[in-house]
């Protein structure tokens, strides 16, 4: 067969060849599938934990007839990407929330941040409305939401469904406070973040959400009865999979058995597995 009879057969063939418009549509939903499937590796004491985002890139449920919100929040991460030095994850189970590492601790006063603090477990708060200092941020979680959380928002990512409430500023003490807040129903997880800078510091602060599959966040005691915070707190440690060890100490005037200090403190993000010392009146 010379090249002209083979060139005038392969003609032939491609006329009676159907070829069908490139499928745009099916290579746009798969590009957006991976971008919510972001993953990112945290390494702690030589431990390898990987993390998944939380809330990113989520589909709309309802609005609850709001007028339309800010874009749900896009929890940070790339694959195979390091939480930062200078970053600390702190959560309740298998959710956390990144903060940066010079952040203080349960810094309040009378349930008012005095400086940059993640919030969590910290216990019961006196009632003296000292003035909110100006430029000042802060993270909460928690297991219960605050009595005024309001879901202004559904959203679903990866199979888990998230509530958002809007971010609202007033005034306190003539400075502008900032606050919005996430709820993981499934979960009972609640994530508060609050400003004295900006509403959009709120937003940054509810992007660092983060599901953790490796390491699990020591839950709080604080909001348990004493009477009954043992036998409840025990088996909240293990319903996460952490295992409780009893250390006994005497306190007057305390009822025998309640929960008065954990160790690692709440918060606290550990392997699975670990072991919790919890101290309880004896």
């Known amino acids: ?19 069908n418009p490139p499928p745009i549509d099916a290579m746009r939903s798969g590009a957006t599938r991976r971008r919510r499937r972001r993953t990112a ?3 702690a004491a030589g431990t390898a ?9 989520s589909t709309a449920l309802t609005n609850n007839g709001a007028s339309p919100l ?24 298998h959710t956390a ?26 216990g019961a708060q006196g009632y003296c409305l000292p003035p909110y200092p100006a430029g000042v941020e802060s993270v909460q979680i928690g297991s219960k939401p605050a009595s005024e959380f309001k879901a202004d928002e ?36 609640w994530i508060q973040a609050e400003s ?43 319903d996460y999979g952490l295992v409780p060890t009893i250390v006994s100490k005497p306190a007057p005037g305390v009822p025998k ?3 008065t200090a954990v160790s690692p403190t709440p918060g606290t993000m550990v392997p699975n597995g670990s072991t919790v010392t919890v101290t309880v009146v004896g």
């Open 196 to 238: 004295s800078t900006g509403e959009a510091e709120v937003g940054k602060a509810l992007e660092q959400i983060w599901f953790v599959q490796d390491a699990t966040g020591v839950p709080g005691f604080q909001t348990l009865e004493l009477e009954t915070s043992q036998a409840k707190y025990l088996a909240a440690l293990k």
């Open 1 to 19: 067969m010379n090249e002209s009879k083979l060139s005038e057969l392969l003609e032939q063939a491609g006329e009676r060849t159907a070829v």
């Open 41 to 43: 590796v945290w390494s």
């Open 70 to 93: 800010e874009q749900p929040p896009v929890a940070g991460g790339t694959p195979t990407a390091t939480v930062p030095d200078n970053v600390r994850l702190v959560g309740v189970g």
């Open 49 to 57: 934990v990987a993390v998944a985002a939380v809330i990113g890139g």
């Open 97 to 122: 929330v990144a903060v940066p590492k010079d952040w203080a601790t349960n810094q309040l006063k009378c349930g008012t941040p005095t400086k940059n603090t993640v919030i969590v477990d910290p």
């Open 154 to 189: 559904t959203f679903e990512v990866e199979g888990v469904q998230a509530q958002r409430q809007r971010t609202v500023c007033v005034k306190r003490n003539k400075v502008p406070v900032c606050t919005g807040a996430v709820l993981i129903p499934s979960r009972n997880i």
């Open 257 to 259: 058995g309640a929960v």
